[in-house]
């Protein structure tokens, strides 16, 4: 039977962690709930220490009554609640109300996460106190001269937005030591001793309060025209002194409680910041208080270093203070990088000699009333707090606490969640607050934790139910020193009742599987720094099942007894393997783009050269070409499979190149060709970039050849056969010629062969005969002498 309702129950994390007291089980998880019945269900309830811990619906199916489940839930409970304003000047003026509600509290249990709403409205006419904040050195002299009429001028302007303004002035140059001002006796006087452009000057000073807030605006004026500016050695001026004087001194600048406070900081340079005032020697940091003396002056400005940016957001916000920093177009981006750190600050551009500086403060009044943004006041470091805006156009923003381009009277909205990450000891409150920069209203939130059950208002010491040997608490028994058992029965040592078998898992196996004790029938299993050792014989343990990088069961499962139970969508011996198919789905909408399968959540290309996330790059797939056609006659031509622009621009990423000619000398790029519609050819190239993104080069049009002309054809027809003809004719001369010329030369050849000529022929004789005229004169005489005789 408690095999079965094991079963039943399921394995979770609530049984898995071994909880022995109602307190130990609702830390485990805010799922978790606490059964106190003492009688239902002996054999789930008693004999097994974890298994009164569980899920409140599998409590119920096993027996346990709705009304003994412990399972406390986080709640809020709205304390204060007053209405919005609408207005805020008039009779109602202090009782003006822009936050709501106004105080609540919360009672969180770790990791049950509960929420409430906040609404702000800015409202109209409210009252404004502007400090103006001027930079006397040299530099600002035409500034100067500029304001002197500034708070009639200033006072008119207001008007239009606030019916009840304030105006007050002060005065800042800088340290008056050296190296930041002139400190040479000649100097102490007249800084601007022998500085020929303008030779007097006063005095350098850190801070002066000249004028307190004030509704009468003339003297204003009056202060101003007094001024005379100084000057200082370096070109930093010690502003942010000033600053945090103008901010903490509330009582002495007038600051009233029910009203806009803006600060105005007007100058042409640079401020020195925390540490500056080392080169001094000035090493105490400073302390955020107040130090104006009778004078109105600021008397520590030469004992302390300048303030920090942290220092100077801190008081700003805690003295509801927007500042507006109005400097000169040079200096514009350091002072919106200040903007960034301080939290309610602006920055305007400030014209060379002020001229701009009504139209200045009026353009960033309007944008201070047209943003509420939340801030968080002493925030526990246990607690999580997220945030979702609802501006005036309706929409949820998660993650924004801030809302802009509002007007004046909107009322916009902020859901705020928060929940705890651990108990507290006992009895622990904590607060915070939360308010709208540069507001006075704030939300007062209060907060408890539901650390302890509510069953241990009833807990009885030496109770019966107990066999009057330990304290009853929570439906179960902590038995005093010496005693054992689901009702502390049994006492330790007593042989009579101790059955060694009932504890072990089999004939042979060790007592309680070496891990435990074997007392009044029952494992007590050894308590381990690894995790928890349960089960009826100490059998099981929530850390010895398989890691994945050091992760027990890769974190996607439950370790129960050695073997991970993976949760929905893992599986694995690790669990270290998902299901889950979606990462695998190509933009085609086929698994791994049809060339590989999804093992672990991870395509695994099998297809040779296929690679990519889901193996949708593949250069030498026989259907690459296929499947960028598709792309390229979508994006180009607008025809296609893909030709409706939205599926195209899903479907076809990859960067296009049209040019007039492809280059196909590159080994890495694959030439495709398809023929268009109108029997053209389109050609372009795919390749893979370094930074794995898919390059088609492609032809800016497809190449289509043009009908050939009768004529041309004709022509070129009769010109080819009287080519050919002639062609013809001139090789067979060229054969003739080649042909007499080899048979005279064989001629001449067997002339030169013979041995005689016809002129040295022996058979042959002359007909004539020649001899000289002596020859033929003594063969005459020869003749008539023979003839005498």
Known sequence: MLFVLFLESGLNVCMSGSATSCEECL???????????????????QKTLTSRCDLSQNLLKRGCEARFIENPRSVSSILKNKPLSSKGSGSTQYDVIQIQPQKISLSLRPGDQTSFEVQVRPVEDYPVDLYYLMDLSLSMKDDLDTIRNLGTKLAEEMKKLTSNFRLGFGTFVDKNMSPFSYTAPKYQENPCNGYKPFPNCVPSFGFRNLLSLTDKVDRFNEEVQKQMVSRNRDAPEGGF?????????????????????????????????????????????????????????????????????????????ENNIFLIFAVTKRHYVLYKNFTALIPGTT??????????????????????????????????????????????????????????????????????????????????????????????DRLEVSVDYRCDCGCTRYTQTNSSRCSSSGT??????????????????????????????????????????????????????????????????????????????????????????????????????NCNCSTETAPCVSEDGRICSGRGSCVCGRCQCTEPGAFGDTCEKCPTCPDACATKRECIE???????????????????????????????????????????????????????????????????????????????????????????????LAIWKLVITIHDRREFARFQSARSRARYEMASNPLYKQPISTHPVETVFQMYSKSYNGGVH
């Not at 805010?30 to 239902?40: F, G, K, T």
């Not at 059955?499 to 029952?522: D, F, M, P, T």
């Open 27 to 45: 830390l485990i998880s805010p799922n978790c709930a606490w059964c106190l019945m003492l009688r239902c269900c002996f054999m789930t309830f």
């Open 241 to 317: 002194d000033a600053i945090l004087q103008a901010a903490v001194c509330k009582e002495r600048i007038g600051w009233r409680k029910e009203a806009y406070h803006l600060l105005v900081f007007a100058t042409d340079d640079v401020p020195h910041l925390a540490l500056d005032g080392k080169l001094a020697g000035l090493v105490q940091p400073h302390d955020g208080q107040c130090h104006l003396n009778e004078k109105n002056e600021y008397s520590a400005s030469t004992k302390m270093d300048y303030p920090s940016l942290a220092l100077l957001g801190e008081k700003l916000a």
């Open 347 to 440: 920055v305007e551009i400030l014209d060379q000699s002020s001229k701009n500086i009504i139209q200045l403060i009026v353009t960033a009044y309007n944008n201070i009333r047209s943003k509420v943004e939340l801030s968080v006041w002493d925030h526990p470091e246990d607690l999580n707090l997220a945030f979702t805006a609802t501006c005036q156009d309706g929409q949820s923003l998660s993650g924004l606490r801030k809302c802009a381009d509002l007007k004046i009277g909107d009322t916009v909205s902020f859901d705020i969640s928060v929940d705890a990450r651990s108990c507290p000891p006992s009895g622990t409150q904590k607060s915070f607050t939360i308010k709208p920069v540069g507001f006075k």
């Open 472 to 573: 009853y608490a929570c439906g179960t028994c902590h038995c005093e020193s010496g005693y054992r058992g689901a009702h502390c029965e049994c006492e330790e040592g007593d042989a009579g009742s101790l059955n060694l078998s009932a504890c072990r898992e089999a004939e042979g196996k060790q007592v309680c599987s070496g891990r435990g004790e074997c007392s009044c029938n029952q494992c007590w299993c050894y308590e381990s720094e690894f995790g928890k050792i349960y089960g009826t014989f100490c059998e099981c343990d929530d850390f010895s099942c398989a890691r994945h990088k050091g992760i027990l069961c890769s974190g996607h499962g439950d370790c129960h007894c050695g073997e991970c139970k993976c949760h929905a969508g893992y599986i694995g011996d």
């Open 634 to 728: 979508c994006r180009l031509f607008n025809t296609g499979k893909f030709a409706d622009n939205h599926t195209c621009q899903r479907m076809c990423k990859d960067e296009i190149i049209t040019t007039e000619t492809l280059n196909t000398d590159d080994p890495s790029t694959v030439l495709c060709l398809y023929k268009t519609e109108n029997d053209c050819v389109m050609k372009f190239t795919y390749s893979e970039h370094a930074s794995g993104q898919s390059v088609l080069t492609a032809l800016r049009e497809p190449e289509c050849a043009s009908a050939p002309d009768a004529l041309t054809v004709l022509l070129a027809v009769v010109g080819s056969i009287l080519l050919v003809g002639i062609v013809l």
